[in-house]
T-cell receptor, first 112, second 110 residues
Framework: GAGVSQSPSNKVTEKGKDVELRCDPI?????LYWYRQSLGQGLEFLIY????????KSGLPSDRFSAERTGGSVSTLTIQRTQQEDSAVYLC??????????FGPGTRLTVL | KQEVTQIPAALSVPEGENLVLNCSFTDSAIYNLQWFRQDPGKGLTSLLLIQSSQREQTSGRLNASLDKSSGRSTLYIAASQPGDSATYLC?????????FGAGTTVTVRA
């Protein structure tokens, strides 16, 4: 597609359930990023994938969070045993490794 | 750790007035600085990107300056319009990560 796409656009789940968020980067982009935007917290970096290199997971807030990128394209962010503080907008971005990152529309996660 | 601050947090102006949004950052070893626009419930739209070697960038009514040594950037929006109402985010790039400010929410009154 023309831009970064994310699904679902909205997700409501119950505390303790697992969720999967999907990101389709721009075709050909080798770098993929996940960010989280929490109310009152601003945007924070979660994880970075670059080609076949080991991902930088330094921003993941706990071991309940994990992400994978299959075939150097689609990425899935998984949150296990969701907590209310996980409620946020999760944004994905991709780039060719150059200066600019292109963002998707985000997934709004609400944990009840 | 890079800290990015945006002032003011919110701004309300009448249509036609010029807007001045400020961004400051603590670590001047940046690759670039990017200004984004975010509309409610939407993702981020890139407005301007300034490389660390540049002093400013312009696009239409938008002009952004960068003073890397002092850790400051300013976004100017000339002759504001109601359609400019949004949240504006400043982000600096160290290595590959972007560090964001909390944003300035702008309301342009018709």
């Amino acid at each position: 597609g023309a831009g970064v796409s994310q699904s679902p656009s909205n997700k409501v789940t119950e505390k303790g359930k697992d969720v999967e968020l999907r990101c389709d980067p721009i075709s050909g982009h080798t770098a993929l990023y996940w960010y989280r935007q929490s109310l009152g917290q601003g945007l924070e970096f979660l994880i970075y994938f670059q080609g076949n290199s080991a991902p930088d997971k330094s921003g993941l807030p706990s071991d309940r969070f994990s992400a994978e990128r299959t075939g150097g394209s689609v990425s899935t962010l998984t949150i296990q045993r969701t907590q209310q503080e996980d409620s946020a907008v999760y944004l994905c971005a991709s780039s060719l490794g150059g200066p600019e990152q292109f963002f998707g529309p985000g997934t709004r996660l609400t944990v009840l | 750790k890079q800290e990015v601050t945006q002032i003011p947090a919110a701004l309300s102006v009448p249509e036609g007035e010029n807007l001045v949004l400020n961004c400051s950052f603590t670590d001047s070893a940046i690759y670039n600085l990017q200004w984004f626009r975010q509309d409610p419930g939407k993702g981020l739209t890139s407005l301007l990107l300034i490389q660390s070697s540049q002093r400013e960038q312009t696009s239409g009514r938008l002009n952004a300056s960068l003073d890397k040594s002092s850790g400051r950037s300013t976004l100017y929006i000339a002759a504001s319009q109601p359609g400019d109402s949004a949240t504006y985010l400043c982000a600096v790039k160290n290595d590959y990560k972007l560090s964001f400010g909390a944003g300035t929410t702008v309301t342009v009154r018709a």
